[in-house]
T-cell receptor
Framework: DTGVSQNPRHKITKRGQNVTFRCDPI?????LYWYRQTLGQGPEFLTY????????KSRLLSDRFSAERPKGSFSTLEIQRTEQGDSAMYLC?????????????FGNGTRLTVT | DQQVKQNSPSLSVQEGRISILNCDYT??????FLWYKKYPAEGPTFLIS?????DKNEDGRFTVFLNKSAKHLSLHIVPSQPGDSAVYFC????????????????FGKGTHLIIQP
């Protein structure tokens, strides 16, 4: 299966530590998205790449968050100086750009717990 | 301000009957709508979509209806099966050509569908 892959699946960290998550999109997809989901809410858009260019960032993405997609392949999301409010499921999705719309294909997420 | 609203947090339906999940939106710029299904500990899985130029799209047991004047869409599942028990998210995009690109998709809070035997 060549779906969207996210690692790690779970991460527990202490407040103030830095964490990094990785996402490997579907290979032919040129668009990559990061979303965050908290309990009882739908996924919330964080940021989006087309190839290696980061084209959009939500205001939810504070200065402590940084995302990269070197060479337009996998992506990493780093959170510096984690806070308890960062505890959430971080979802990565990918899609193909083009006319007619293209649904996002999501990975299984990384669940972050900040203690 | 929630731009995509799913007002029923949960819905219980008997196996074999029709399940109807509802979604309302407020942003008139939305032109592409999707339904996702999510099992616990998994990411959302795409189910079905509809663009604003249509009022109905069907795929097997799943049909999505769009009423633009009422800013309302619904997902019908018939017949409902035990494996349909999951959380269903309605999502919308303001640019059909990007499929949720530039702004990403805006999701509702989800409806937990429970199919009873």
């Amino acid at each position: 299966d060549t779906g969207v892959s996210q690692n790690p699946r779970h991460k527990i960290t202490k407040r103030g530590q830095n964490v990094t998550f990785r996402c490997d999109p579907i290979s032919e997809h040129n668009r990559l998205y990061w979303y965050r989901q908290t309990l009882g809410q739908g996924p919330e858009f964080l940021t989006y790449f087309q190839n290696e260019a980061q084209l959009e960032k939500s205001r939810l993405l504070s200065d402590r968050f940084s995302a990269e997609r070197p060479k337009g392949s996998f992506s990493t999301l780093e959170i510096q100086r984690t806070e308890q409010g960062d505890s959430a499921m971080y979802l990565c999705a990918s899609s193909v750009s083009g006319t007619g719309g293209s649904p996002l294909h999501f990975g299984n997420g990384t669940r972050l717990t900040v203690t | 301000d929630q731009q995509v609203k799913q007002n029923s947090p949960s819905l219980s339906v008997q196996e074999g009957r029709i399940s109807i999940l509802n979604c309302d939106y407020t942003n008139s710029m939305f032109d592409y709508f999707l339904w996702y299904k999510k099992y616990p500990a998994e990411g959302p899985t795409f189910l079905i979509s509809i663009s604003s130029i249509k009022d109905k799209n069907e795929d097997g047991r799943f049909t999505v209806f769009l009423n633009k004047s009422a800013k309302h869409l619904s997902l019908h599942i018939v017949p409902s099966q035990p494996g349909d028990s999951a959380v269903y998210f309605c999502a919308a995009s303001a640019n059909v050509y990007s499929g949720g690109g530039a702004d990403g998709l805006t999701f509702g809070k989800g409806t937990h569908l429970i199919i009873q035997p």
